[in-house]
C-alpha cells in the first residue's frame, strides 16, 4: 500500500502545454504540500494545504494552480509550461502530533521535462 | 527557520558506524531537529528528530549537544542501502513547513 500516491511518473511536454499532477495519500494526515527538486537538487516548498485550504504559497507563478477537493487529494495543474518549469515535482503529507510536527511522508516524484 | 551547516559529501566503509554532523548555531528553544534523506531517484524520507535528549530509533541515533548549536546522526551500521543525500533541518514548533539545505551526501563503500 503507497501511502503517497503521484501520478504520473514521468511527463514529457512541449512548451505552452498544460498539465496536471495528481497526488493521493492514504494516512489520514491533514496537511499535503508540493515540493520542486531542480536540476541542482534544491528541494522548495511550493504550496501546502490543510484540510483543503491554502496555507502557504511560496512565491510561485500564477501559472501553477493547486487543487485540493479533499483532505486526501492535492493535485497541481501548470499552465503555459516552460523550459525552466523542468524539475522533480515531489507530493508529501503530514500530520501534527505532540512533541512537534512528526514525519513528512513524501511520494516518489513525478519528473517533468519540458521541450 | 534557522540555518544549518553540513557537510557536501562524506564517505564510509560498509558494515561500519557513521557519524553525520550538523551544526545550528542559531538554534531557537523551540527549534526542532529533524533529519531526512533521499535515496537515489526517491522522494526523502523521515529518519529521526529530536529536541534537547539523544533519540534512537530503528534507523539511527541522535545525539544533540548540551548547548543545542550541533547534532549528529548516527547510523550503526552502514550498508549500501544508506547511500543517500542526508538533509539536517530544524523545524519551530507548530510549524510544518520543511526547509530543505543541501544536505550531506554519504557514499558507502564495498
Known amino acids: 500500500d503507497t501511502a503517497v500516491s503521484q501520478t504520473p511518473k514521468y511527463l514529457v511536454t512541449q512548451m505552452g502545454n498544460d498539465k496536471s499532477i495528481k497526488c493521493e495519500q492514504n494516512l489520514g494526515h491533514d496537511t499535503m504540500y508540493w515540493y520542486k527538486q531542480d536540476s541542482k537538487k534544491f528541494l522548495k516548498i511550493m504550496f501546502s494545504?490543510?484540510?483543503?485550504?491554502?496555507?502557504i504559497n511560496e512565491t510561485v507563478p500564477n501559472r501553477f494552480s493547486p487543487k485540493s477537493p479533499d483532505k486526501a487529494h492535492l493535485n497541481l495543474h501548470i499552465n503555459s509550461l516552460e523550459l525552466g518549469d523542468s524539475a522533480v515535482y515531489f507530493c508529501?503529507?503530514?500530520?501534527?502530533?505532540?512533541?512537534?510536527?512528526?514525519?513528512?511522508?513524501f511520494g516518489s516524484g513525478t519528473r517533468l521535462t519540458v521541450v | 527557520d534557522a540555518k544549518t551547516t553540513q557537510p557536501n559529501s562524506m564517505e564510509s566503509n560498509e558494515e561500519e558506524p557513521v557519524h553525520l554532523p550538523c551544526n545550528h548555531s542559531t538554534i531557537s528553544g523551540t527549534d526542532y531537529i529533524h533529519w531526512y534523506r533521499q535515496l537515489p531517484s526517491q522522494g526523502p524520507e523521515y529518519v529521526i528528530h529530536?529536541?534537547?535528549s539523544n533519540v534512537n530509533n530503528r534507523m539511527a541515533s541522535l545525539a544533540i549537544a548540551e548547548d543545542r548549536k550541533s547534532s549528529t546522526l548516527i547510523l550503526h551500521r552502514a550498508t549500501l542501502r544508506d547511500a543517500a543525500v542526508y538533509y539536517c533541518?530544524?523545524?519551530?514548533?507548530?510549524?510544518?513547513?520543511?526547509?530543505f539545505g543541501t544536505g550531506t551526501r554519504l557514499t558507502i563503500i564495498p
Open positions: 508529501a503529507s503530514s500530520q501534527v502530533v505532540s512533541e512537534g510536527s512528526y514525519g513528512y511522508t
Open positions: 533541518i530544524l523545524r519551530d514548533f507548530g510549524n510544518e513547513k520543511l526547509t
Open positions: 494545504y490543510n484540510n483543503k485550504e491554502l496555507i
Open positions: 529530536g529536541l534537547t
